[in-house]
């Protein structure tokens, strides 16, 4: 299993390439959560978000001759964003396979950066086992959007810099999709003598990692309609919910109306613009599911790839 070393020899890697994003106050969610409340805005980073630093991390391991025979991957939108600009900068190819319902403000990007989109499936499970068949017939590398221990190394990497900035930090709040980004930030906070609990997000309309964790293996889950795109897959992987079930203190779920209400809050208060997936952590704790406990408590803001359309009808 994935150690703690492995995220600290990433975020030295990534040192120079990815932005330190700062976590900033939010005193208004304070009495809802029982503490001090910041926000890691990862919706800063490079991409808009932390997708970058699990990509990069992974092409920094690979060959001279590996990364000339190109390298594919599957996304909803955002690892397909980090892969492609990870690629750029290691002067690789990049075949990017996404679904049929990727967001739109997500393809425009990809489409500006002149990766080589290939849409394949309803949803994103399904282009992914389009990607895996494609770079297995043709011998190239995959790079898994989470069920890669470089990838989720690199993930931790938001951890390392949550307990650097706020060293007395009792809680930490992470968007959970496949599990890439909890298992990496869980374990470096976990692995630290910092007595950090962490939570993990996803909305009910798509609980993936909350029901493998409440059965105890990876089952099949129906994806509804959800404004966190970027969190929805039907499946997690034996390797994300080996990390969830060892790290993650607690899984929750949390309302669709709620996390359109949290979009709109931190629009609202701050002027951030964020996809839904990055506000299900506010949705929790307005809904009274998280108590710091009288601790500084960090949520990850983790992407603000979002049309301005989608946006503005999901906050009226």
């Known amino acids: 299993?994935?150690?703690?070393?492995?995220?600290?020899?990433?975020?030295?890697?990534?040192?120079?390439?990815?932005?330190?994003?700062?976590?900033?106050?939010?005193?208004?969610?304070?009495?809802?959560?029982?503490?001090?409340?910041?926000?890691?805005?990862?919706?800063?980073?490079?991409?808009?978000?932390?997708?970058?630093?699990?990509?990069?991390?992974?092409?920094?391991?690979?060959?001279?001759?590996?990364?000339?025979?190109?390298?594919?991957?599957?996304?909803?939108?955002n690892?397909?964003?980090?892969?492609?600009?990870?690629?750029?900068?290691?002067?690789?190819?990049?075949?990017?396979?996404?679904?049929?319902?990727?967001?739109?403000?997500?393809?425009?990007?990809?489409?500006?950066?002149?990766?080589?989109?290939?849409?394949?499936?309803r949803d994103y499970d399904e282009a992914e086992a389009a990607a895996q068949s494609h770079a297995q017939a043709h011998a190239l590398p995959f790079i898994h959007a989470f069920d890669d221990e470089e990838v989720i190394a690199g993930q931790g990497t938001v951890g390392l810099e949550i307990l650097a900035q706020l060293p007395s930090a009792g809680t930490v709040i992470v968007p959970v999709g496949g599990g890439g980004l909890l298992g990496g930030v869980s374990l470096a906070a976990k692995s630290l003598p910092s007595a950090t609990k962490i939570y993990g997000v996803q909305s009910?309309?798509?609980?993936?990692?909350?029901?493998?964790?409440?059965?105890?293996?990876?089952?099949?889950?129906?994806?509804?309609?959800?404004?966190?795109?970027?969190?929805?897959?039907?499946?997690?992987t034996e390797k994300t919910l080996r990390l969830a079930q060892k790290?993650?203190?607690?899984?929750?779920?949390?309302?669709?109306?709620?996390?359109?209400?949290?979009?709109?809050?931190?629009y609202v208060r701050h002027g951030w613009r964020v996809e839904g997936s990055a506000a299900v952590g506010i949705a929790a704790i307005l809904e009274g599911k998280v108590d710091a406990a009288g601790r500084e408590c960090a949520v990850i803001i983790s992407g603000g790839n979002i049309a301005e359309e989608v946006f503005i009808e999901a906050i009226r």
């Open 1 to 77: 299993m994935l150690e703690i070393i492995r995220i600290q020899q990433a975020l030295e890697r990534l040192r120079p390439l990815r932005f330190e994003t700062p976590c900033v106050r939010a005193p208004w969610l304070e009495e809802a959560a029982n503490g001090p409340v910041f926000c890691k805005l990862e919706n800063l980073q490079r991409t808009g978000s932390f997708k970058f630093r699990g990509a990069m991390n992974s092409l920094l391991q690979l060959d001279a001759q590996t990364l000339a025979k190109g390298i594919v991957t599957a996304s909803a939108g």
């Open 204 to 236: 009910e309309a798509s609980p993936a990692m909350h029901a493998a964790l409440a059965q105890g293996r990876v089952v099949e889950t129906p994806i509804a309609e959800t404004i966190a795109d970027g969190l929805a897959g039907r499946f997690v």
């Open 79 to 121: 690892h397909g964003l980090g892969v492609a600009v990870a690629a750029h900068m290691r002067g690789c190819a990049a075949k990017i396979f996404v679904p049929e319902n990727i967001a739109s403000a997500k393809k425009q990007k990809l489409q500006a950066l002149g990766a080589e989109l290939i849409i394949a499936g």
């Open 247 to 266: 790290y993650c203190d607690e899984m929750l779920l949390v309302r669709e109306p709620n996390i359109r209400g949290a979009m709109r809050e931190l």
